[in-house]
């Protein structure tokens, strides 16, 4: 396989995802202009049965037959038979659970979207199978274009469907659109095709090795899945809707910002066995560049909430502004955990980190169900302290498998902590300057550029004052000569 294959597969994976979550975001901020915190509220508490539903029917099939020795006509038919008799399951349990669900929360909309949502389990796990095989043939482009065409349709039904007044009724249509649009496009471009009524030979080893990646990729789902859970039976469905539009623009901006890192950093880390010590350069690199990047953004955000929350979403998110400006404090404890999975993986202890993810689901089960019966502060306090034990976890993991001292971690994340400080106080002292004097728009548009050169130039000073020399080698590999000599010398 050659080496621009790859790349031009990853290049097509990172755009198909970037443009799908470009478009739901989008889509977020039209929808919460003509929908209220409740609508949002009950569709996300749809969505915990969904999400989980649909991992566990997936059985992790999509990974498992891009594997060489699960490509055979066998292997596909088991996989698709076992995964749709799961994803049967979860739709009749949904079928049945929605009317008592509408008549606790008092909410004949919730029933019609559940039964709405049913039949995606089982359209989900049909598409699973066929992009497993486009997967095996590399054709991400053509996945590409599904995930952001699938998206930008759903989208287009949700707002027609508001516009008629069908509300939260919307966004479990546009799910099911998308499920359905999905597995049309992926099975006309598939020429292998099921055969239900054929007797297969069963594989024991590809429903254990399902087993056990479904239930590595549902483990970092339960804890947000659980806190919704928590949220809406014990604050009901409008605190919910406030605490996902905080959570959704933090994983927006993770997603489009991080994700694509995380996925570079697997392949970069494997690429020194027995290299402890250039393993340990390239982790440090990517977890410092995943720092400058994210910590700014959300903690720059956070600032500006007051002025951006009503702008991008409307007045009726006012409430949610606290909530946003508390869950941007993740921002600060989240890069060095994004790529502990990947580090782990690298160094051949796999097994670690699915003993990390039991570890951060009891802890984060623990602090969610306690705090959800005081108030969504203290919900996100609760998580603020699962990000600092989880990144205490990690750090221990690390300085025993890798030889990552607590002190070079810290050295590494000095520069976008500082530079974000600064930039933090450049815009506290734009916001003390001109309240009273300018509208919301101009004083949100003065912020961020104040804060952008402040957080640039202190950046600059510290390459220039050789204190980051991390940051030097970034700037000299990729910024020009003549730039660099008047900057940086």
Aim: hydrophobic fraction near 55%.
């Amino acid at each position: 396989m050659t080496g621009s294959r790859v790349a031009r597969a990853s290049l097509w994976a990172i755009a198909g995802g970037g443009g799908q979550y470009l478009i739901t975001f989008l889509l977020l901020v039209y929808l919460a202009h003509s929908l209220n915190p409740r609508d949002f509220g009950l569709m996300a508490t749809v969505t915990i049965g969904l999400d989980l539903g649909m991992q566990i029917a997936r059985w992790g099939q999509v990974e498992l037959l891009q594997q060489s020795r699960y490509r055979s006509d066998d292997a596909r038919n088991q996989a698709m038979r076992v995964s749709v008799a799961i994803a049967s399951i979860f739709a009749a349990i949904f079928a049945t659970i929605a009317k008592p669900l509408a008549e606790y929360y008092a909410s004949p909309e919730l029933a019609w979207m559940f039964w709405l949502c049913a039949p995606v389990f089982v359209l989900s796990s049909l598409s699973a199978t066929a992009e497993g095989i486009l997967r095996s043939e590399f054709r991400f482009r053509l996945l590409a274009y599904r995930g952001t065409m699938t998206a930008a349709v759903g989208g287009v039904v949700a707002v027609g469907l508001v516009a008629l007044g069908y509300n939260g009724i919307a966004l479990a249509a546009q799910r099911l659109v998308q499920a359905l649009i999905a597995v049309v496009w992926v099975w006309s471009s598939v020429s292998w095709r099921p055969s239900f009524g054929r007797t297969i030979r069963y594989s024991r080893e590809l429903l254990r090795d399902g087993a056990s990646l479904m239930t590595g990729m549902i483990l970092p789902l339960i804890v947000p899945r659980a806190i919704d859970l928590f949220v809406s039976v014990t604050l009901g469905p409008a605190p919910l809707g406030l605490l996902r539009i905080a959570f959704r623009i933090f994983e927006f901006v993770g997603q489009m910002v991080i994700m694509p890192l995380v996925g570079v950093a697997t392949a970069q880390l494997s690429q020194f066995p027995g290299d402890v010590a250039g393993m340990r350069r390239s982790y440090l690199r990517f977890t410092q560049v995943s720092a400058a990047l994210i910590c700014p953004l959300m903690i720059g955000f956070a600032l500006v909430a007051p002025e951006a929350v009503p702008i991008l979403f409307g007045p009726q998110w006012l409430s949610s502004v606290p909530l946003v400006q508390m869950v941007s404090i993740l921002a600060l404890t989240a890069p060095p955990n994004y790529f502990y999975p990947s580090a782990m993986v690298a160094l051949g202890k796999s097994q670690l980190v699915l003993k990390q993810g039991a570890f951060q689901v009891v802890v984060g089960l623990l602090l969610a169900g306690f705090a959800a019966q005081y108030s969504l502060t203290a919900v996100l306090i609760a998580q603020i302290v699962r990000g600092i034990v989880l990144s205490a976890y990690n750090a221990v993991d690390l300085r025993r498998h890798m030889m990552l001292s607590f002190r070079e971690m810290l050295r590494c994340m000095t520069p976008p902590y500082v530079a974000t400080a600064v930039m933090a106080v450049a815009m506290g002292g734009a916001r003390y300057g001109l309240v009273g004097h300018t509208s919301p728009l101009a004083m949100m548009l003065a912020m961020i550029t104040v804060g952008s050169v402040a957080y640039t130039l202190a950046i600059l000073l510290g390459v220039r004052l050789r204190i980051w020399p991390d940051f030097l080698l970034i700037f000299s590999r990729w910024m020009p000569k003549r730039l660099q000599r008047v900057l940086l010398i």
